[in-house]
């Protein structure tokens, strides 16, 4: 999984949901792009959305997606940043893949 894909904004300043799998982010530019939201993260006290994008993006492989930092907004909607700090992007990912094999060990205990 990586982050850093040419084309994708550094940040989006307003949200839609369409259904409760589809996130359509607005870019600065006005281009709307969809996402599939693959977990929602909690680390060192701020909050990610890993997302991965419904059509593949320019540069990007289909395994990928991208970690977003999600601050509340002026208007109380979500603001979605793009994060470029590798060091919290490998903890993000880590963090998903620790919460993923916790789940797969207690489902394996039932």
């Known amino acids: 999984m990586a982050n850093k894909v040419d084309g994708v904004p550094e940040s ?12 359509t982010l607005m870019s600065a530019n006005g ?10 993260i909690a680390y060192r006290g701020n909050f990610y ?16 997606a991208l970690v977003f930092k999600v601050t509340r ?6 603001k979605f ?3 470029l700090d590798d060091a919290v992007i490998d ?7 620790r919460l993923l094999d916790e789940a797969e060990t207690q ?3 039932k």
């Open 31 to 40: 281009e709307e792009i969809d996402f599939v939201e693959i977990a929602g």
């Open 81 to 83: 940043e793009i994060e």
């Open 91 to 97: 903890a993000v990912f880590a963090e998903y893949n």
């Open 73 to 78: 907004g002026k208007d109380s909607d979500d």
């Open 49 to 64: 959305a890993i997302l991965q994008p419904v059509e593949l993006l320019e540069g990007m492989e289909e395994d990928e």
């Open 107 to 109: 489902g394996d205990k």
């Open 12 to 23: 989006v300043d307003h949200m839609v949901e369409d259904n409760d799998d589809v996130i």
